[in-house]
């Protein structure tokens, strides 16, 4: 494990900055990872090396340069997730953009107007559905919360013959821990519903097949990945693609636009192409493709072991703090890469907390975060509003934790 780190010290130069001459303490991946060198370096030199038309719009030399290079990166993502073909995936900002994007593709048909949702999932994808539900356009339901994970004996109840999507997030970015989605997906698939998964906070620490999983589309940022800020790509599997309608149109969607009696009429382009308009970001795409090779040449059964064992080594800690206490349930937070944490000591304030951290600690920032993690559906439906969030990612150590905690020490002392 210790060899692991020292070769990703290299990796993540960020490792290595100070603030104010206050060495770094990285805990915030839940939120963002920091950058990989490999992928930056492979966006800077296609930036400069390739940076022609693409999308088909040209036919010269180039252009098809960017675009076979471009399509490498599909396959790359493609085989990362365990999916069938490349032509299954969509480019996307990131996990935000690649949703808005599905629901507003997605075929609502007949009566089949319902749309069930974890209770643990992320603005990014519970905004969008209440926006939808609001505009009348919907049902949404949502799962009860049970032990820290959506209730499938509930879930079971809700599901009809109006059911048409079900939402879940396979790792809860605030209460950390996983979710075994396939006997959810398997229900969804009995009463003829389709299935999405939100896999930003899994994919980073864990191996992943969405076939295995249950998935008929899911969506992932590459930013959490040590790949670039706006990356990330939309899962879809061809037959649910086929049925989509264009939501997000533009150049290079369109196979034709002709007159029609009543004014014009627009064809659009089948599958992936249809869903990615307008010139597109080939130096993410090609940098995030990077960023998963990287990942995969470590090895992500490695990484879960590294990332599962600082879990673990981190809850065995804080049980015997007194100034706050572990939320969840111990084996489930270990399959994931997240210790929630909150105020147990009189006077604790987790605004306070932050700033000592980064300011009143000896010769070091502590960076995590605190609060709902744009995560208020999981905050509301707990009713757990503030959560100390540690979060990890292939280069974090003991040392991380250890300096949390003796800075936790340290500030609980001065509560009186």
């Known amino acids: 494990m210790k060899k692991m780190n020292t070769a990703f010290e290299k990796e993540f130069p960020a490792l290595g900055s100070n603030f104010g001459g206050k060495k770094l303490v990285y805990l915030d991946s839940a939120c963002t990872a920091l950058k990989m060198r490999t992928a930056a370096a492979a966006h800077s030199e296609f930036l400069l090396e390739s940076g022609f038309c693409g999308g088909r719009r040209s036919a010269h030399l180039p252009a098809v340069a960017v675009e076979e290079a471009f399509f490498e990166a599909r396959r790359t993502v493609a085989g990362f997730i365990g999916a069938a073909r490349a032509e299954e995936i969509i480019f996307t900002a990131g996990t935000t953009d690649a949703f808005n994007l599905f629901l507003s593709s997605f075929p609502f048909e007949g009566s089949r107007k319902e749309v ?121 599997e061809r037959s649910l693609m086929e049925r989509l309608v264009h939501g997000k149109v533009g150049g290079g969607t369109v196979r034709e636009v002709s007159r029609t009696p009543g004014g014009f009429c627009a064809e659009y382009l089948s599958g992936y192409q249809g869903f990615e308009p307008g010139v597109q970001n080939y130096a993410g795409a090609v940098a995030l493709a990077a960023a998963i090779n990287a990942l995969s040449k470590t090895g992500m059964p490695a990484i879960r072991t590294r990332v599962e064992e600082l879990v673990s080594y981190g809850l065995k800690k804080f049980s015997r703090a007194k100034a706050v206490r572990v939320v969840g349930d111990r084996t489930r937070l270990k399959l994931g890469s997240i210790i929630p944490l909150v105020p147990a000591a009189p006077g604790f304030s987790t605004v306070d907390f932050n700033l000592y951290l980064n300011h009143g600690v000896r010769g070091r920032v502590i960076a995590l975060r605190t609060g709902r993690h744009c995560a208020d559906l999981a905050a509301l439906t707990s009713g757990t509003d503030d959560i100390i969030r540690l979060s990890f990612f292939v280069y974090n150590s003991r040392a991380d934790i250890d300096a949390f905690a003796e800075a936790l020490e340290e500030y609980a002392s001065c509560l009186g």
């Open 116 to 236: 069930i949702v974890s209770p643990l999932e992320h603005n990014a994808v519970f905004l969008p559905l209440l926006n939808m539900s609001k505009r009348g356009g919907i049902r949404l339901r949502v799962i009860p919360l049970r032990n820290w994970a959506p209730d499938l004996s509930a879930y079971r109840k809700l599901l009809s013959a109006k059911t048409a999507l079900v939402c879940l997030n396979r790792a809860s970015n605030i209460f950390g821990g996983v979710t075994d989605t396939a006997p959810f997906a398997r229900l969804a698939r009995e009463a003829g519903a389709k299935v999405f998964l939100d896999e930003a906070q899994y994919l980073p620490t864990h191996a992943e097949n969405v076939r295995s999983a249950g998935a008929d589309a899911c969506a992932f940022s590459g930013h959490k990945l040590g790949a670039p800020f706006g990356t990330g790509a939309l899962y879809v």
